[in-house]
């Protein structure tokens, strides 16, 4: 089992399982996954973006994003608008709920970061910061939603 538990992809997953709880604990009150608050993140840095450049942005597959711009929706933290060219191409904006959502949910998500790395030095979590930086951009184009952020500016034609 030590070899196993020795492997990066072992530890990988383990971080995230890890990191995840951790989120889940400090954003309880909210109701709120990584996830959803990424995409609330992106939206609110890109109002009007459609959810191609969305996954794009933040590096999710466009099908299951999908439902989670439909829980935003439900929970009125964004809104879907019709693009101005092309009917089809739904644009998303935060409505006032998301974005005093997003507002009060930033120091419980700060709290989450923090407690991920709290067990480290500071310049061990500095360190490995940017050793996993590093690791993802080097691997960006291997992941199946890879991080496309020049195409956030960009819309669906």
């Known amino acids: 089992m030590d070899d196993l538990y020795g492997m990066p992809g072992h530890l990988f997953r383990r971080m995230q399982q890890i990191?995840?709880?951790i989120f889940m604990e400090e954003c309880k009150a909210f109701d709120m996954?990584?996830?959803q608050y990424?995409?609330?993140v992106?939206?609110?840095?890109h109002p009007g973006i459609d959810a191609?450049?969305?996954s794009a942005l933040i590096a999710f597959d466009?099908?299951?994003?999908g439902s989670v711009i439909e829980r935003l929706e439900t929970k009125g933290l964004l809104a879907r608008k019709a693009g101005p060219d092309d009917k089809r191409i739904k644009l998303l904006y935060l409505t006032?709920?998301?974005a005093d959502e997003l507002r009060g949910v930033e120091p419980a998500v700060s709290g989450a970061q923090s407690r991920m790395l709290a067990a480290l030095k500071p310049a061990d979590r500095k360190t490995l910061l940017k050793l996993m930086a590093r690791l993802v951009d080097l691997n960006n184009e291997?992941?199946?939603?890879p991080v496309r952020p020049a195409d956030a500016g960009r819309r669906s034609t």
Not at 62 to 65: G, K, Q
């Open 62 to 65: 466009r099908s299951t994003l």
């Open 52 to 54: 191609t450049r969305l």
């Open 42 to 45: 992106a939206i609110r840095a």
């Open 19 to 21: 990191a995840v709880a």
């Open 38 to 40: 990424a995409a609330l």
């Open 33 to 35: 996954t990584p996830l």
């Open 142 to 145: 291997t992941s199946r939603a």
């Open 96 to 98: 006032r709920a998301g």
